[in-house]
């Protein structure tokens, strides 16, 4: 404790004394880790974060938005949450580096500080060519409204493959803002498909069909990274499936053709032990009434003995009236361990969050899910006016109360049941 005191003192004279922190050895650093995987030409962010006179130009605005936690869009909470791959978020000390850098009149600093610019892949695909690559038909969105629209993609494949990664591939960077990837086995989507004269057909708050477990494949949002699941583990692709792929577009104040496409990588069947699951923890039986501006509601799982596993990734999702959701896991003994925690969700930011290491989920535990939602006149987003009741659904207007857990079990072992598959 008094060696933490000191080595404060020392940092507090040191920025009485020290010059002003500065772009080019700070800030640029920052900005290239945090910022610019959206902020480059052609991408999703309105405007580029790519040099000096980008980031001082736009010095008062991210001020404000990095004051007010708007940027960057990671959602989950350092409290209450486990910690994640590849989490975005300012550190405390990264946060007060920029806004200090934007109080001292965002100073540029000397040139040879500046850090090398970030490596460009050199294929547009995170993990190298994937096994199999499938496309939409061109379509426009339209310019001024939020779009989500379902395409329904046939993978072609007569036997089961084992996904171990998956990446969406935005073909206009700045409209497309989400991606999710569903699977259907029943060729129920390709009867939507179409039906107005445009590829696809609308959708929102999911894929529009019944959905078996383990019908979510994954998603995709501006600023992840693309990963393959840890070894031995695989996502069941059942053979003549479709892949149903939700594109959400936000207006980039422009009218341009997308071709968003889809690439997945296979894991060989006999490196596979287990599969991985996206398990729904969810409420369909809620209601939230019309005026109440914080209705809780809950789900909960208990892990039986036959069912114990991990969590290797987490994805929350709600409509646009959910303001918080948290995910924990209460042990046998009582010790409660977090998973993830939103405090200010955002429907426009939704992810697919991989924890650093996987939560254990032992016999007898439970999983907690608890959100929070506001049906009042005062949320912004409600879209319902007159104002009205809200229960589970898929529409804009309804609402959904739900976590898919990534869940592998302890006790599947593919390789033993597998002829002749193991050598
Ligand atoms: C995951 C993608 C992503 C990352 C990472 C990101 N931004 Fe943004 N940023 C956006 C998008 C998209 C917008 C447009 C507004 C919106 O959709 O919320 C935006 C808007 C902004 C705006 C204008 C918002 C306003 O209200 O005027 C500023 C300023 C900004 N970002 C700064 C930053 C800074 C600084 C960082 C890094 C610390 C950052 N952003 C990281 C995607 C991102």
Not at 39 to 45: F, G, L, V
Request: charged share 20%; with cysteine; glycine share 8%.
């Amino acid at each position: 404790m008094k060696a933490f005191r000191l080595l404060s003192a020392a940092v507090f004279l040191g920025t009485c004394t020290a010059p002003a922190q500065t772009y080019t050895k700070e800030v640029s650093r920052i900005i290239q880790q945090k910022c610019q995987q959206c902020h480059r030409p052609n991408d999703i962010a309105p405007f580029a974060l790519m040099n000096f006179e980008d980031a001082s130009t736009y010095a008062p605005d991210i001020k404000r938005v990095v004051g007010e936690r708007k940027m960057p869009p990671w959602k989950p909470a350092d409290e209450g949450s486990a910690p994640f791959q590849d989490n975005f978020n300012l550190s405390a000390e990264e946060r007060r580096t920029l806004l200090s850098w934007v109080d001292a009149g965002a100073p540029k600093g000397d040139d040879a500080d500046l850090p090398e610019a970030a490596p460009v892949n050199a294929s547009p695909w995170e993990l190298g060519e994937p096994d199999l690559i499938l496309s939409m038909p061109e379509f426009t969105p339209p310019r001024a409204a939020d779009t989500y629209r379902c395409f329904v993609l046939p993978t072609g494949l007569d036997e089961t493959r084992y996904v171990s990664a998956s990446q969406a591939l935005p073909g206009d960077k700045r409209q497309v803002h989400h991606v999710l990837l569903y699977i259907d086995q029943t060729g129920e989507s390709a009867k939507l498909d179409g039906k107005d004269g445009q590829p696809g057909y609308s959708c929102f708050g999911g894929p529009g069909i019944e959905l078996t477990i383990g019908g979510l494949l994954g998603g995709w949002a501006p600023g992840a990274r693309t990963r393959h699941l840890p070894d031995g583990i695989g996502q069941v692709l059942p053979g003549k499936s479709r892949i149903v792929m939700q594109v959400h577009y936000h207006p980039g104040g422009r009218t341009a053709p997308d071709q968003t496409k889809v690439g997945l990588w296979y894991r060989a069947a006999n490196k596979v032990e287990k599969r991985l699951v996206n398990i729904p923890l969810i409420n369909q039986t809620f209601v939230l009434p019309p005026g109440e501006s914080n209705v809780v509601v809950k789900a909960s799982q208990v892990v039986f003995p036959f069912l114990t596993g991990k969590a290797i990734l987490i994805a929350p999702h709600m409509h646009l009236l959910g303001r918080t959701i948290k995910v924990e896991v209460k042990d046998a003994d009582g010790t409660v361990r977090p998973m993830i925690n939103i405090e200010d969700w955002d429907f426009n930011w939704q992810g697919f969050y991989t924890f650093g290491e996987a939560v254990k989920l032992p016999a007898f535990s439970t999983v907690w899910l608890t959100s929070s939602y506001d049906n009042s006149a005062n949320n912004p987003r409600n879209p319902n006016n007159p104002l009205k009741a809200v229960r589970w659904g898929e529409g804009t207007e309804d609402e959904m109360c739900l976590a898919f857990l990534g869940v592998v079990f302890d006790n599947e072992s593919f390789l033993p049941f597998r002829s002749g598959s193991t050598k």
